[in-house]
């Protein structure tokens, strides 16, 4: 298996700007998960998706944040406008229905965002 | 009050050490711990799930105390290739509907050297 797959892996844009982040995840995962990491504040769950449809978006910061999954092999992370402040990396992770108290996520290798 | 907190470290220790990771986290309700790794510039992955028993996996051992809401790692005889961030994670909410709700701590810093 491939893994989770992310793109574009590097992104680097002005304030103001619209930003798509992108994440495939393992086929056959009911999970999707997006995360945010910066120095100060380390790895930060903006929002998840369960077959689909969003559960828990309580950690995305402000609306200029929207997520979508339109399908199980598919998710986006738009920001729009971007300010600097959101100069992190984005992570998508992705994990099976939980099996007893097992439920591992695995991660994709990020996407490096700078608003400059 | 953080949810989880760990020592951020650095630690910097000599190939062949024995060193011990802390955590403590603040939800009594927390089901589930895990120890990841993180190497620099890379993605988390799972060390190791941390069971109320303590577990092992070759030189490293977990053990979780619910009394302290407490966590620890240690690592046996370090190894190079053992530098890298180590996250506490906890899963914040006891079922329901919000499953997968990981918390990261913010890591704490090992580097091996010879």
Redesign the interface.
Known sequence: DAGVIQSPRHEVTEMGQEVTLRCKPISGHDYLFWYRQTMMRGLELLIYFNNNVPIDDSGMPEDRFSAKMPNASFSTLKIQPSEPRDSAVYFCASSLEPSGRFDEQYFGPGTRLTVT | RKEVEQDPGPFNVPEGATVAFNCTYSNSAS??F?WYRQDCR?????LM?V?SSGNEDGRFTAQLNRASQYISLLIRDSKLSDSATY?CVV?SDAGG???????????TILTVHP
């Open positions: 089901q589930s895990f890379k993605e988390p992955k799972l799930s069971y996250l899963n509907t919000s499953y997968g709700k990981l918390t990261f701590g913010q890591g």
